[in-house]
């Protein structure tokens, strides 16, 4: 019997992704590098399914069906490498090698134009959700070789995630290294959102001085609203969580927050692009910043926080939080898609944005109720420059741009950091105001440097040098913008 998809990598992930792929009726083919983890998966939950194990890459490759499938679900860089290596030359023109993991999308873009030369089609596909996605649907955000697309969509669809509408949570996205691009955002994201969160968090339980019991009820209404999330779901469960010793364990737990590289990739993009992604940027230097905890257990007893009381009734607080929580949201997603939207011009991947909402609707970490907006937006207006200016988003920004202001306000007086409500207001500030202050910053640079500039008298592309001192010569910089 030969399988339908092979799967290299028995960690959790692959293991559960192997699991709902045999749940779907395929047969799935596994290797991993330690043969004794392949055995101890085949004698437990493989057992009884159509799961099967080969000790070499030889009896792993010739035990797939033609065109062949095999799904890499092993960490991200070498490994990868190390792997499409060792199977090339087991495999014939036609067959298809898929990198489920966290890899960076110039190296997806690269094993691309490499396998293609080489007759292989390959295939770099986001995968989101965590172990529970990957067992019971997560959502797969496959780009690469096109023409791997109707071999592996029966596969990728049956075991995603699906939407409230029934749509399966998974589409292709674009050639090369698109797929991958497209899960970074999506961490990118992640990153803000929990940051935002968290924001929240300190501003009811530092400022409003609310109970955790307080807090997951908070959370749990909130949930039941716009805010309907899987990490808002997950927030409430974590408030109300108790240690052994029947205290909150949140309480327990040191604040240094960890990171794996796919938000710092997408602020390092959003900045050779020239893009300004300020909230995702501020998410990922907030996570630096709780490493330096030394440093600020050393600051705390030099700097007293400001003695001041809250200056409106903690409930009602509490609701200009929850709307200030949900237009900075907005700002994330606007700044998310924005990112997207350059990427895909630049390389020419024609990203469906509304597609992609879809897809980040259900399985993913990410996944929330305003998704569906997101979605109806770019459905209605692909060529959207901003969820800005759609008028659901003009509308719903517009309700809340009060409440926003005085959370925003109202945690700075308290000296509580708000990085990311912060940038996000600044952000949205910036982007709505038709003048800014950049004339005085280039008439400096121009000052300084001869580095010119333009003039609103004037048509755009035409640059001027004024002898400010007037001392200069009539030599300028070269005008060039990053």
């Given at each position: 019997m030969h399988a339908d998809i092979g799967l290299i990598g028995l960690a959790v992930m692959g293991q559960n992704l192997v699991l709902n792929m045999a749940d779907h009726g395929f047969a799935v083919q596994v290797f991993n590098r330690t043969a004794a983890k392949t055995d101890e998966f085949l004698q437990g939950p493989a057992q009884g399914k159509k799961i099967f194990g080969s000790q070499t890459l030889k009896s792993f490759v010739a035990a797939l069906k033609r065109p062949r499938r095999i799904m890499l679900m092993v960490k991200a860089g070498a490994p990868v490498d190390a792997f499409i290596d060792s199977l090339v030359p087991f495999l014939e023109k036609g067959d298809i090698i898929i990198d489920g993991g966290n890899s960076h999308f110039p190296d997806t873009q690269r094993r691309y134009e490499s396998l293609r030369s080489k007759g292989l089609l390959f295939v770099g596909a986001g995968v989101s959700g965590g172990e529970e996605g990957a067992r019971h649907g997560p959502s797969i955000m496959p780009g690469g070789n096109g023409e791997a697309w109707s071999h592996?969509?029966?596969?990728?669809?049956?075991?995603?995630?699906?939407?409230?509408?029934?749509?399966?949570?998974?589409?292709?996205?674009?050639d090369g290294g698109a797929g991958h691009y497209v899960k970074m955002v999506h961490n990118g994201i992640e990153y803000g959102d929990m940051q935002l969160i968290c924001e929240t968090y300190q501003l009811l339980r530092q400022g409003a001085r609310f109970t955790y019991l307080n807090l997951h009820e908070i959370f749990s209404q909130w949930n039941e609203g716009v805010l309907h999330s899987y990490l808002i779901e997950i927030t409430s469960a974590i408030f109300k969580q108790l240690d052994t010793d029947g205290r909150p364990l949140l309480e327990k737990i040191l604040d240094v927050a960890g990171q794996?590289?796919?938000?710092?990739?997408?602020?390092?993009?959003?900045?050779?692009?020239?893009?300004?992604?300020?909230?995702?940027?501020?998410?990922?230097?907030?996570r630096c910043l709780s490493a330096l905890k030394e440093d600020r257990m050393l600051a705390s007893q030099k700097y007293s926080a400001p003695e001041r009381a809250l200056a409106?009734?903690?409930?009602?607080?509490?609701?200009?939080?929850?709307?200030?929580?949900?237009?900075?949201?907005?700002?994330?997603?606007?700044?998310?898609?924005?990112?997207?939207?350059?990427?895909?011009?630049?390389?020419?991947?024609?990203?469906?944005?509304?597609?992609?909402?879809?897809?980040?609707?259900?399985?993913?970490?990410?996944?929330?109720?305003?998704?569906?907006?997101?979605?109806?937006?770019?459905?209605?207006?692909?060529?959207?420059?901003?969820?800005?200016?759609?008028?659901?988003?003009?509308?719903?920004?517009?309700?809340?741009?009060?409440?926003?202001?005085?959370?925003?306000?109202?945690?700075?007086?308290?000296?509580?950091?708000?990085?990311?409500?912060?940038?996000?207001?600044?952000?949205?500030?910036?982007?709505?105001?038709?003048?800014?202050?950049?004339?005085?910053?280039?008439?400096?640079?121009?000052?300084?440097?001869?580095?010119?500039?333009?003039?609103?008298?004037?048509?755009?592309?035409?640059?001027?040098?004024?002898?400010?001192?007037?001392?200069?010569?009539?030599?300028?910089?070269?005008?060039?913008?990053?």
């Open positions: 592996i969509k029966p596969i990728f669809q049956a075991i995603a995630a699906r939407s409230e509408d029934g749509e399966p949570c998974c589409e292709w996205v674009g794996k590289g796919t938000g710092k990739w997408t602020g390092i993009d959003a900045l050779d692009r020239g893009l300004p992604l300020t909230l995702i940027g501020e998410a990922v230097f907030a409106s009734p903690p409930k009602e607080f509490a609701e200009k939080v929850g709307g200030a929580l949900y237009a900075a949201k907005i700002i994330s997603y606007a700044q998310g898609f924005m990112l997207m939207q350059g990427a895909s011009f630049e390389y020419g991947w024609k990203l469906n944005l509304g597609a992609i909402a879809l897809m980040w609707r259900g399985g993913c970490i990410i996944r929330s109720r305003f998704l569906k907006n997101i979605q109806q937006a770019y459905d209605k207006n692909p060529a959207l420059q901003s969820l800005l200016l759609d008028p659901f988003f003009v509308e719903e920004i517009a309700a809340r741009s009060g409440a926003w202001r005085h959370v925003v306000s109202e945690g700075t007086l308290l000296g509580i950091p708000l990085p990311c409500l912060g940038s996000s207001l600044a952000f949205f500030d910036g982007y709505r105001s038709a003048s800014l202050p950049a004339n005085l910053l280039q008439a400096q640079r121009d000052y300084f440097g001869a580095h010119t500039y333009e003039r609103i008298d004037r048509p755009r592309g035409q640059f001027f040098h004024t002898h400010w001192t007037g001392t200069g010569s009539d030599v300028s910089s070269g005008s060039y913008t990053i």
